[in-house]
């Protein structure tokens, strides 16, 4: 996949303007989507379970198909059910099919968009880092009119090729850096583990949201943690919200 350097929708080129709250000072801001921007864990659930029942395959309780919303579900095709690499991209494609019809259904977290146009209005660089396909990841901050307070896009390529965090925050770092945008102090914000555990693989600091898919103790590994977005624009920012 050829480097993106800017959202799906034109986003802001890299301004250089940091941002400033009580966890310091920013250069710029990486989000994850599902779990911190979108409430998108049941349409991921009812696309994964049809898959499953579709292979053959036992649809785990509520529990553990949760554990399974935010790490690339190349990962879960292979390790849960036990396909090969054939056969997981094919379920891929399965998924993505189910998936896609509904994605627009996932409501945003209510007090995380008037943050996103806040950070943007300073200038301050944005990034998404995700592990899910990033074609539709583009297309669902397009729905919501989220595209042009991106600078950059970033996240998994065909048959979740590339979609470990780690990788995809990477990825970010560097289109950040192409778009003229300063990544000395980058951090990123997460609700799951594979968030803080990316973040450090990448050499960035993470901050954890609880009103995601994980909880204090999956989320131990974040330097700071966010119980709502009102939380998390005082870690980043002195403006308070509306």
Same mark, same amino acid.
């Given at each position: 996949?050829?480097?993106?350097?800017?959202?799906?929708?034109?986003?802001?080129?890299?301004?250089?303007?940091?941002?400033?709250?009580?966890?310091?000072?920013?250069?710029?801001?990486?989000?994850?989507?599902?779990g911190t921007i979108t409430d998108s864990?049941?349409?991921?659930?009812?696309?994964?379970?049809?898959?499953?029942?579709?292979?053959?395959?036992?649809?785990?309780?509520?529990?553990?198909?949760?554990?399974?919303?935010?790490?690339?579900?190349?990962?879960?095709?292979?390790?849960?059910?036990?396909? +090969?690499?054939?056969?997981?991209?094919?379920?891929?494609?399965?998924?993505?099919?189910?998936?896609?019809?509904?994605?627009?259904?996932?409501?945003?977290?209510?007090?995380?968009?008037?943050l996103l146009h806040a950070l943007a +209005?300073?200038?301050?660089?944005?990034?998404?880092?995700?592990?899910?396909?990033?074609?539709?990841?583009?297309?669902?901050?397009?729905?919501?009119?989220?595209?042009?307070?991106?600078?950059?896009?970033?996240?998994?390529?065909?048959?979740?090729?590339?979609?470990?965090?780690?990788?995809?925050?990477?990825?970010?770092?560097?289109?950040?850096?192409?778009?003229?945008?300063?990544?000395?102090?980058?951090?990123?914000?997460?609700?799951?583990?594979?968030?803080?555990?990316?973040?450090?693989?990448?050499g960035v600091e993470c901050i954890g949201?609880?009103?995601?898919?994980?909880?204090?103790?999956?989320?131990? +590994?974040?330097?700071?943690?966010?119980?709502?977005?009102? +939380?998390?624009?005082?870690?980043?920012?002195?403006?308070?919200?509306?």
């Amino acid at each position: 996949m050829a480097p993106t350097t800017t959202a799906p929708g034109g986003g802001p080129p890299g301004r250089g303007a940091r941002t400033s709250g009580t966890a310091g000072q920013f250069t710029a801001v990486l989000l994850d989507l599902d779990g911190t921007i979108t409430d998108s864990a049941p349409v991921i659930l009812e696309s994964l379970s049809t898959v499953l029942t579709e292979l053959g395959v036992p649809v785990p309780d509520h529990a553990t198909l949760m554990s399974f919303v935010g790490p690339p579900l190349s990962a879960t095709f292979r390790g849960y059910a036990g396909l +090969d690499a054939a056969a997981t991209e094919r379920a891929l494609a399965s998924y993505r099919r189910h998936y896609r019809g509904r994605m627009l259904d996932a409501p945003l977290y209510e007090g995380v968009a008037p943050l996103l146009h806040a950070l943007a +209005d300073q200038g301050v660089p944005l990034g998404l880092a995700t592990s899910k396909n990033e074609e539709l990841a583009g297309l669902i901050l397009d729905h919501w009119g989220l595209s042009p307070l991106f600078t950059v896009v970033s996240g998994a390529g065909p048959a979740d090729h590339d979609g470990s965090k780690g990788a995809v925050i990477t990825r970010a770092l560097e289109r950040l850096e192409a778009a003229g945008a300063e990544t000395s102090r980058v951090v990123h914000v997460g609700d799951r583990d594979h968030d803080t555990l990316g973040a450090r693989e990448a050499g960035v600091e993470c901050i954890g949201v609880l009103w995601g898919y994980g909880d204090a103790a999956e989320l131990a +590994d974040a330097r700071w943690l966010a119980r709502r977005p009102t +939380d998390l624009s005082a870690l980043l920012t002195a403006e308070a919200l509306p």
